[in-house]
C-alpha cells in the first residue's frame, strides 16, 4: 500500500521494541505514497470464489451463491418480504365447512366433513388424503356432518368431532378418530356442539365455542381432550361460534373471528390458551368469521372469511399483532388448513354464492427462503 514516513527513529528501543507514548497528531497525506495497484496485471476470473454448477442446488440455503452454467447467470438465496399463493391439485369434492387435521403439514394434509351444496343442507362424511400434489378419496367418516371441529398432525392420524349432523339439522357431539385407514368413534363431547373451533393433535385436542344443543345458544366454552375424554375447562372471554383457531396442543392455542349472537356480527377478537385460561391479545385487522387458519399459537395465518361477503384477505400473526399480508387467489370461506406460517395449504371451502369449490392452493410465507437470478440493466 506504499510507504508511511513519520521520522521515527528515535522511537526504536533496544530489542526492537517501539515506544509510542510520545506519538501524537496525524500523519500528512503528502507522506503516504498510495501505488497499490500500480503493479496489477491481471484480475482473478468472473465468478472465482463462487461454485459453477450446471443445475441450481436442490436445497439451498439463505445467503448460498453460485454461478448456473446452463443458464448462464448468478444465483442467489434471499428471503421472501410477502407471502405468495400457488395452485396446486384439486379435491375430488368440493365442501364448504369442511374439517381438517390442524396440524398436519402442506404435503401431508387430510380433510373431512362438510356441506356440499345443492342441495342444501347436504352433510358429507367423504374424507380425502393429500400427499403433496394429489388428493385421494379414503374411508368415510361414520356420520356425515358439517361445521365440525378437527385435529390432528398428518393423513394418518387426525380427530374430527362435533359439527351439524343431518336431520334438524342438529349439532352432535360425536368424536371419531383416524389411524389412516379408516374412522373409529370415540368418547363424544360432554356438550353437542357445531361450528366451533378444533385444534391440537390425535391426542390432545380442543374443542372450543360453537353452538349448543338442545337451547341453540352460542357459546364460550372449551373442552380438553386428553386421548381418552373430553374435560371441560375455562370458557372463552367472548362467547362466539363460525370462528377459528389453531394450536400444537391442549395447551396452546389461538383463536380468532367468528360471529357473535344476537344479533352483533363479525368479529375482530382474538385469544390465546396457555392450558388454563384464555387472554384477549391483539385483534385481527378486518372483522369476519368462517377464517380458515394454520399454524401455530405464535404464528399463524387467517384466511378469507364472510364479513358478510366472502373475502380475500389473509392476515398473518407473529404472536403480538396481526399485518395484512397477500390476499388469497379467490373469495372463501370455511375452507380447510394445514401447515405452517411458512409453508401452509387452504383448501375447498365456499366461494360466491354458496359454491363449494375443489381448488387448493400453497402458502410461501414472509422469510422463507427463495432462489434469485442476479440481473444487470
Known sequence: MGSIKQNLANNILSGGKFDATDLDGTIPNTNINDNSID???????????????????????????????????FKYVGVTTTGSWATTGNLNAGRGGIGYANQASQNSALGFGGARG?????????????????????NDLNTGRNGLGGAGTSNTAALAFGGSSPGSPSPNGATE?????????????????????????????????????????????TESWNGTSWTEV??????????IGCGADNTTAIVMGGFISPPVGSTTETETWNGTSWTEVADLNTSRYAVTSFG??????????????????????????????????TNIAGSGG?????????FSGNTAGDTPTTAAYEWTGAGSPVTKTVTTA
Open 39 to 73: 503493479n496489477v496485471t491481471s484480475f482473478p476470473a468472473a465468478g472465482s470464489g463462487i461454485p459453477s454448477v450446471a443445475s441450481d442446488p436442490p436445497s439451498p440455503s439463505a445467503g448460498d451463491v453460485w454461478y448456473n452454467t446452463t443458464s448462464n447467470a
Open 118 to 138: 345443492t342441495p342444501f343442507p347436504d352433510y358429507s362424511a367423504a374424507t380425502e388424503s393429500f400427499n403433496g400434489s394429489v388428493w385421494t378419496e379414503v
Open 177 to 221: 378418530s383416524w389411524n389412516g385407514t379408516s374412522w373409529t368413534e370415540v368418547n363424544d363431547l360432554n356438550n353437542d356442539t357445531g361450528n366451533a373451533s378444533g385444534s391440537g393433535t390425535q391426542t390432545s385436542a380442543l374443542n372450543v365455542g360453537g353452538t349448543i344443543e338442545p337451547t341453540s345458544t352460542t357459546t364460550g366454552e
Open 234 to 243: 375455562a370458557d372463552l372471554n367472548q362467547s362466539r361460534r363460525i370462528m
Open 296 to 329: 401455530i399459537a405464535t404464528a399463524s395465518v387467517a384466511v378469507g372469511g364472510q364479513t358478510p361477503s366472502y373475502s380475500t384477505n389473509v392476515e398473518t400473526w407473529n404472536g403480538t399483532s396481526w399485518t395484512t399480508d397477500t390476499n388469497y387467489l
Open 338 to 346: 394445514a401447515g405452517s406460517s411458512t409453508t401452509g395449504l387452504s
